[in-house]
C-alpha cells in the first residue's frame, strides 16, 4: 500500500468523523474517534514495518562442521576417536 492510498484512508476516516458529529451533535464522540484514528496509525505502522522487511530472510546460523584432512585411515580414526 502507497502512503497515497493511506493518506486517502485517513481523510476518509476524518469525513466519517465529521459525519458523525453532525448527524448526532450532543453525543461525544471524542473517546471512539480518538481510538479509531490510533487503530488506523497502528495498523498503518504495521503494514510500513512489514514493507521495511519484505526483502529479509531468516537464515539459519548453526555453525558448520570443520572439515580435517588426514593422510591416511589411522590418522582419521586418530582424529574423530580424540
Do not use: C, W
Amino acid at each position: 500500500m502507497t502512503q497515497y492510498a493511506d493518506r486517502l484512508r485517513f481523510e476518509r476516516l476524518k469525513l466519517k468523523h465529521v459525519q458523525e458529529i453532525k448527524q448526532n451533535p450532543n453525543v461525544d464522540f471524542g473517546a471512539q474517534h480518538k481510538a479509531e484514528i490510533q487503530h488506523y496509525l497502528q495498523d498503518v505502522e504495521d503494514k510500513r514495518l512489514e514493507e521495511s522487511l519484505e526483502d529479509v530472510y531468516v537464515t539459519d546460523h548453526t555453525p558448520t562442521p570443520k572439515k580435517q584432512t588426514t593422510l591416511s585411515k589411522k590418522e582419521d580414526r586418530e582424529f574423530f576417536e580424540y
